[in-house]
């Protein structure tokens, strides 16, 4: 892709990783626009991050059905026009027609490292399998939960003294870098994803890439 990419960001909270996609592009570190913030809570505070045109709550409950509410989340993403939708925060599983009208499009940021710990409760499930690491994952999107290719890692070590809140405080501090590198690189055009099978320059690759390994590829 070439220019400013359009992102549109899907988030049910706070916006921590939305904050942290417009400080970026702020900053001149990411040649992109956020062009819209989607959320199923109408309260959620990453709404207030964007003015009024460039957002959109609904609640699901006031839809008949999952399908009628994600047919018009989904329009209204289109309306906006982006070049790739972020999850960033979005507590529902998006169902498969949702997923397919954005396919290849459609990357989510998860607090594990994947495929380790899918869904929710990460933090107090690595304490509880005694893993000696714990992170954060940046996936593209499939109808199966947290199970589409893995672009990126960052991870953080597990301290005996960990609680879920600390090990969660910590696995925070690397998400937001690692967030805004993987859309480094999305954005640029260096990382295309077909039928699960990711490539990066044009030569596919297998295992994720490390946040640290200079800082990926140079991202930035």
Same mark, same amino acid.
């Not at 809570?41 to 709550?57: H, I, S, V």
């Not at 290849?104 to 929710?120: A, D, F, T």
């Not at 030569?203 to 930035?220: E, I, K, N």
């Given at each position: 892709?070439?220019?400013?990419?359009?992102?549109?960001?899907?988030?049910?909270?706070?916006? /921590?990783?939305?904050?942290?996609?417009?400080?970026?592009?702020?900053?001149?570190?990411?040649?992109?626009?956020?062009?819209?913030?989607? /959320?199923?809570?109408?309260?959620?505070?990453?709404?207030?991050?964007?003015?009024?045109?460039?957002?959109?709550?609904?609640?699901?409950?006031?839809?008949?059905?999952?399908?009628?509410?994600?047919? $018009?989340?989904?329009?209204?993403?289109?309306?906006? $026009?982006?070049?790739?939708?972020?999850?960033?925060?979005?507590?529902?599983?998006?169902?498969?027609?949702?997923?397919?009208?954005?396919?290849?499009?459609?990357?989510?940021?998860?607090?594990?490292?994947?495929?380790?710990?899918?869904?929710?409760?990460?933090?107090?499930?690595? &304490?509880? $399998?005694?893993?000696?690491?714990?992170?954060?994952?940046?996936?593209?999107?499939?109808?199966?939960?947290?199970?589409?290719?893995?672009?990126?890692?960052?991870?953080?070590?597990?301290?005996?003294?960990?609680?879920?809140?600390? &090990?969660?405080?910590?696995?925070?501090?690397?998400?937001?870098?690692?967030?805004?590198? /993987?859309?480094?690189?999305?954005?640029?055009?260096?990382?295309?994803?077909?039928?699960?099978?990711?490539?990066?320059?044009?030569?596919?690759?297998? /295992?994720?890439?490390?946040?640290?390994?200079?800082?990926?590829?140079?991202?930035?």
């Amino acid at each position: 892709m070439t220019g400013c990419t359009r992102i549109a960001v899907l988030a049910s909270g706070r916006g /921590s990783n939305l904050q942290a996609i417009l400080d970026a592009i702020a900053q001149g570190q990411l040649q992109a626009e956020v062009v819209g913030v989607f /959320s199923d809570r109408p309260d959620a505070e990453a709404l207030q991050r964007m003015p009024a045109p460039r957002r959109w709550a609904a609640a699901p409950r006031d839809f008949a059905d999952r399908a009628a509410y994600e047919s $018009a989340l989904g329009d209204a993403v289109a309306a906006s $026009a982006p070049d790739w939708i972020v999850c960033a925060g979005y507590m529902r599983i998006l169902g498969a027609a949702f997923v397919a009208r954005f396919d290849g499009r459609l990357v989510n940021i998860h607090p594990s490292l994947l495929p380790r710990h899918k869904g929710l409760h990460t933090h107090a499930r690595a &304490l509880e $399998a005694g893993d000696a690491e714990h992170g954060a994952s940046v996936h593209f999107v499939v109808p199966e939960l947290d199970a589409g290719a893995v672009l990126a890692q960052a991870r953080v070590p597990v301290l005996p003294t960990d609680t879920p809140q600390t &090990l969660a405080a910590r696995v925070l501090g690397v998400e937001h870098p690692l967030l805004i590198a /993987s859309l480094q690189l999305l954005a640029s055009g260096r990382v295309t994803e077909q039928d699960g099978q990711l490539q990066l320059d044009g030569h596919p690759f297998f /295992s994720p890439l490390a946040l640290d390994s200079a800082r990926m590829l140079q991202a930035s």
